[in-house]
């Protein structure tokens, strides 16, 4: 549906990848190996003490920039497994904050509550998280369209009020939960550690992504692109679209219960804001920023979006945004204010996101390319 | 017994409130398929903007005439700007529903950090009338003079907009084309007009009720629309998505559920009531109580 | 716009004979459309005579709904028009539906669509425009029906009479082109031969795109016919003489000359 329907693409047939469409060039023979070398980057990343001023406040591999990209990493992850649903499928869920804030909550009770170790309470949260997701679809997914997007917000409200009203003093309400770190090991604890809980960052990130390739590539993965450009043709094929909605809506819930895993142990806890809508809304920027339904696209979207958010505070108190007349810098210090503006623009005007920007920048260039021979 | 009566009363105060935001919500989903999270937006424009008149704009003020023209400024702006989001915003993604629900989604985020940057995060004290902080003695229970205000514009707000789908051509265009819009098309009217309207009177209506919640409430917050927004959205669902009549019922079996359990029973357990409702529903009549038909 | 208008005038212009001298009110030209991946019409080229009836036929699933809904601009969003489709000298397809159908042409659609929830008063209203006188007269003495029930909710008609509606709402203003699409579909016999009649009256004053399944109205109404089939024409021509040839008619409609012969 958010596919870029501009002529460049040509509206390619949903089961093709646009990482598959034909781009001719160097261009072409180097960008398989791209996310190689994005990896390869971040599994050296906490080994460099390089420090890269005005875009990280110390080096590379302090704990402040890890825990930093840390985020980044479990966001590019949620963002990826939401686009199983949004850009994959076509659902328009705006409650997936309440599959990742179970992850986070169930996580953080089972351990400082239930004193449970950790490699029981996190199968445990995502278990969790995963049926909760399979029971809230159940019964969301026998509306379509706008209608369900509603009716998940609804739900995932319900998780925000339970949260915030402390029902038996479960969740710290307003204060949040502070995670027991008795029930952690050593590994995943203190400042000096924090480069183990990067590397399960990344070890979320390449799972999730690993996850939602395997699924689009798979039989299920067709029906449920074509599920996103006209469900009543898979209804003619004589599948029950109703249940492939269900598995995706499912998966995706699990996946981002397992993030919020992570999340809870990168933080050390849990805060009532990861269950606000909002966090479902900006789920739904980072996707549509990055590009929805391609591979990498909603994991930079992620990674970019949560970097922003953290980076844009400082940058709004700095002296050069100061500097400016109070009617611009005031908006100009709101995270939110930028990137919702971002994201209006993005919507206009790069209806693919960064992935869709991507192919246009290489068209053009070869359309420049192209043209020059001509004339030469 | 004075306990119920007040209760009622207060439930059916929070109810007006909700119909008055999910009234517009209802109209612009119904006709226009836009699910507007922008539309908690237009609440805070109202609000704010009243707020100001009141302070700042000659011939307003907190009590009296000055009170009234001070709310008619807080609904003009939000009116216009409903109007501006449709025009500016809206219109050129026409029929591209998904994109339409990220722009709102977009300038309800921006949106509500503006009005956070222009005028602080925390609540303001809402000015208002010396009677609206007083109550009234209703059979015994002593009901807030808010809270009765907001159930008075409420039902004038809801005769209004009956009337208007009843006997005005443009009510004739809307009702039509909350059935059936390609249909309205296809007898040679154009029914972006009409979309521009009912944005109108969705920010008008939302506007009013981010006026009167203040003074209901008697403070001033960015984060207001949304949370309301939230029990809108599960009132339009309810009610059945385009028609107001059903939004009205919808709001009143939210507001009094609401009301009731959360005084006898936990705080915070009439809220997840209204969402089991909302499951039940959905359950029951996927298209919601009145189904999606604009009834007059 | 409506000026340049059909008058209300029966002249019997269809039994002059003589069309190929007259120019044609609709010109397709290799209409295309594809919507979801899907290439439904591939190139579609026919021509309407600006008198009489002219019927598209094929089998279930062929286009023709989709000819039609093309014609008059209500290609869903997810789909993409190709060629050309005119009236007279301008072009169809870049222009908005309500603009066509101010421009004089009446598109009367499938499965009737009248709103069912308003009046029949009001859904012949809601086809008023400014600037132009309705046409109740014309509509009422057709369809008496619908003056009689005038204060009923549409969605308690009958099917036939939910017919009449849809055909009584587009009168109600000039037309230059008639597009009918399926008008005794579900309908019983009686009624199918009432709603006959009045196609054939109102035949006689507008020209009129039909796409009918029931070959005993497409006997009594159509002059030309065009048969698609897979999304492209198969056969063009004289519509009685595609009913007369029992081989033609079944290689093209595949229905056997016993069902046409009643």
Redesign the interface.
């Known amino acids: 549906m958010t596919e870029v329907k501009s002529p460049e693409t040509a509206a390619p047939p949903a089961a093709v990848p646009s990482e598959l469409t034909e781009e001719p060039g160097r261009w072409h023979r180097v960008r398989p190996y791209l996310p190689l070398v994005a990896l390869v980057v971040a599994l050296i990343l906490p080994y460099s003490t390089l420090h890269l001023p005005g875009i990280f406040e110390g080096a590379l591999n302090s704990p402040g920039t890890l825990q930093l990209l840390a985020v980044c990493l479990v966001f590019g992850g949620l963002a990826a497994g939401y686009d199983l649903l949004f850009g994959r499928t076509g659902m328009l869920s705006f409650g997936h904050a309440l599959y990742f804030a179970a992850g986070v909550y169930g996580t953080d009770i089972l351990i400082t509550h239930a004193g449970l170790p950790l490699w029981q309470a996190a199968p445990l949260a995502i278990v969790g998280g995963t049926i909760l997701a399979g029971l809230i679809g159940a019964v969301a997914l026998r509306t379509v369209g706008i209608a369900f997007a509603m009716v998940t917000l609804a739900f995932a409200q319900v998780g925000a009020i339970l949260v915030a009203r402390d029902f038996g003093g479960l969740t710290g309400g307003e204060e949040g939960l502070p995670l027991d770190v008795s029930g952690v090991p050593a590994g995943l604890v203190g400042v000096a550690n924090t480069v183990n809980l990067y590397w399960l960052a990344l070890a979320y990130l390449v799972v999730v992504v690993f996850v939602v390739h395997r699924v689009s590539g798979s039989p299920t993965g067709r029906v449920l692109a074509g599920l996103r450009d006209d469900e009543r043709r898979i209804g003619v094929l004589g599948l029950d679209p109703y249940r492939f909605k269900l598995v995706a809506f499912t998966l995706a819930g699990g996946l981002a219960a397992a993030g919020g895993v992570v999340y809870c142990l990168i933080v050390g806890g849990a805060s009532p804001h990861i269950t606000s809508s909002e966090l479902t809304l900006s789920l739904l920027v980072m996707v549509v920023l990055g590009g929805p339904g391609t591979r990498w696209g909603p994991v930079l979207g992620g990674i970019l979006y949560m970097y922003l958010d953290h980076r844009l505070v400082s940058v709004g108190s700095s002296g050069a945004v100061d500097a400016l007349p109070g009617f611009l810098s005031r908006p100009l210090s709101q995270p939110l204010f930028v990137l919702g503006t971002v994201f209006i623009l993005a919507v206009y005007f790069f209806p693919g996101g960064l992935a869709g920007l991507a192919s246009r920048v290489a068209l053009l260039r070869d359309s420049l390319r192209l043209g020059s021979r001509r004339q030469s | 017994m004075d306990a119920i009566i007040l209760l009622t009363l207060t439930g059916l105060g929070l109810a007006a409130l909700y119909f008055l935001v999910a009234s517009g919500l209802s109209l612009v989903f119904g006709l226009a398929d836009v699910l507007n999270f922008a539309h908690g937006l237009f609440l805070g424009v109202g609000a704010y903007a009243t707020w100001w008149a009141a302070g700042n704009l000659p011939g307003a003020g907190p009590d009296g005439l000055g009170f009234v023209v001070a709310v008619a400024f807080g609904v003009a702006a939000g009116t216009l700007m409903a109007v501006l989001v449709e025009l500016v915003l809206i219109r050129p993604l026409y029929s591209r529903t998904i994109e339409q629900v990220l722009v709102t989604v977009g300038l309800s985020l921006a949106g509500v950090a503006l009005l956070q940057a222009t005028w602080g995060a925390d609540a303001r004290p809402f000015p208002r009338p010396e009677w609206t902080r007083q109550v009234t003695p209703i059979l015994g229970a002593q009901v807030p003079n808010g809270g009765l205000l907001l159930i008075v514009a409420a039902t004038l707000v809801l005769g209004a907009i009956l009337a208007f789908l009843r006997w005005t051509r443009y009510g004739l265009i809307i009702r039509a084309g909350v059935e059936n819009r390609e249909m309205v098309t296809a007898l040679g009217i154009d029914v972006r007009k009409a979309f521009t309207l009912v944005f109108a009177i969705g920010g008008a209506a939302a506007a009013l009720a981010g006026a009167l919640g203040s003074v209901y409430f008697g403070t001033v917050s960015p984060q207001q629309g949304g949370s309301l927004l939230i029990f809108a959205f599960i009132v339009v669902v309810i009610g059945g998505m385009g028609s107001v009549v059903g939004s009205a019922y919808a709001a009143v079996a939210v507001g009094l559920l609401q009301q009731f359990v959360n005084y006898y029973g936990t705080s915070g357990l009439g809220d997840i009531c209204v969402v089991a409702l909302l499951a039940v529903v959905l359950l029951l009549r996927p298209q919601g109580i009145a189904g999606k038909v604009a009834t007059a | 716009m409506s000026a340049t208008s059909v008058p209300g005038s029966r002249t019997g212009q269809s039994q002059s004979g003589d069309d190929s001298a007259t120019e044609p009110i609709l010109t397709v030209e290799e209409l295309s459309v594809r919507?979801?991946?899907?290439h439904i019409l591939q190139g579609v080229s026919f021509t309407v005579a600006p008198t009489g009836v002219t019927v598209l036929l094929g089998r279930n699933g062929v286009g023709k709904t989709t000819t039609l809904r093309a014609v008059?601009g209500?290609t869903p969003?997810?789909g993409?028009v190709g060629g050309a489709v005119r009236m007279g000298a301008e072009d169809l397809l870049t222009r908005?539906?309500?603009?066509l159908?101010?421009g004089g042409l009446g598109?009367v659609?499938e499965d009737r669509?009248v709103?069912?929830?308003?009046t029949v008063a009001?859904?012949l209203?809601?086809?008023e425009?400014r600037g132009s006188t309705p046409a109740y007269d014309r509509v009422y003495a057709l369809f008496p029906e619908l003056d009689r029930r005038s204060r009923q909710r549409a969605g308690s008609l009958s099917g036939g009479q939910q017919q009449m509606l849809a055909i009584g709402?587009?009168l109600i203003?000039d037309n230059r082109l008639l597009l009918v699409d399926e008008p005794t579909k579900g309908l019983a016999p009686k009624v199918v031969t009432e709603v006959a009649e009045v196609l054939q009256r109102v035949a006689e004053s507008v020209p009129v795109l039909l796409v009918e399944q029931n070959l005993a109205v497409v006997r009594r109404l159509a002059r030309d016919a065009v048969v698609l089939d897979a999304g492209r024409v198969a056969w063009t021509g004289d519509a009685k003489r595609l009913l007369s040839e029992a081989a033609l008619t079944k290689s093209l409609l595949g229905v056997g000359s016993a069902e046409v012969q009643h």
């Open positions: 919507i979801a991946g899907l008059v209500l969003r997810n993409e908005p539906t309500h603009r159908v101010r598109y659609p669509c709103f069912a929830g308003l009001e859904n209203r809601l086809a425009r709402r587009v203003n």
